[in-house]
């Protein structure tokens, strides 16, 4: 069973930019979510969706969204880019008995 | 609001002993806890799981205890090997995500 991929791997934008951000989760896990790692906050919830449907945001500014297909791979995205974004963009995808199963994540640092 | 706490950022354990690492949490609706093991730059890798009805759960090295009084959970790692040394996340379940704590750095010592 392949894992979560998540592209691209490394990225660099600079300030103003925006960015899009791809996962596709575990083939038939349909609850994708978002989470950004940091140095100094640590592992923090972005958002999840379950069939095509946000069922849940965490505490970030309007400029981080996301979406989810009806395959159930996932994009975020975050807009107007500012050096504070520059983070791991980690995806997970979540089977029925509560297994979280996580990407490589997106490594996107902003200059 | 820090719901889940490792207080220890950072623990060093020869090899062959007991590794425990310990992670605190206030928030009594969470219902799964997990334990995960992250490098650099690359995600967590899942490692044990306990739900909140139970108070043990153990799989080969590792053994999670849950107190629930306590809103307390341990990780135990036994015998500790070289490869152990990580940084380790507890998280917790609830609302449909995760909420981790701020890691603890592994080092076990040769």
């Not at chain 1, 999840?48 to 969204?65: A, L, M, V, W």
């Not at chain 1, 980690?90 to 640092?109: I, K």
């Amino acid at each position: 069973k392949a894992g979560v991929t998540q592209t691209p791997r490394y990225l660099i934008k600079t300030r103003g930019q925006q960015v899009t951000l791809s996962c596709s989760p575990i083939s038939g896990h349909r609850s994708v979510s978002w989470y950004q790692q940091t140095p100094g906050q640590g592992l923090q919830f972005l958002f999840e969706y379950f069939s095509e449907t946000q069922r849940n945001k965490g505490n970030f500014p309007g400029r981080f969204s996301g979406r989810q297909f009806s395959n159930s791979r996932s994009e975020m995205n975050v807009s107007t880019l500012e050096l504070g974004d520059s983070a791991l963009y980690l995806c997970a995808s979540r089977s029925r008995n509560y297994g979280y199963t996580f990407g490589s994540g997106t490594r996107l640092t902003v200059v | 609001d820090q719901q889940v706490k490792q207080n220890s950022p950072s623990l060093s354990v020869q090899e062959g002993r007991i590794s425990i690492l310990n992670c605190d949490y206030t928030n009594s609706m969470f219902d799964y806890f997990l334990w995960y093991k992250k490098y650099p730059a690359e995600g967590p890798t899942f490692l044990i799981s306990i739900s909140s009805i139970k108070d043990k759960n153990e799989d080969g090295r590792f053994t999670v205890f849950l107190n629930k009084s306590a809103k307390h959970l341990s990780l135990h790692i036994v015998p500790s090997q070289p490869g152990d040394s990580a940084v380790y996340f507890c998280a917790a379940s609830g609302n449909e995500k995760l909420t981790f704590g701020t890691g603890t750095r592994l080092t076990i010592i040769p």
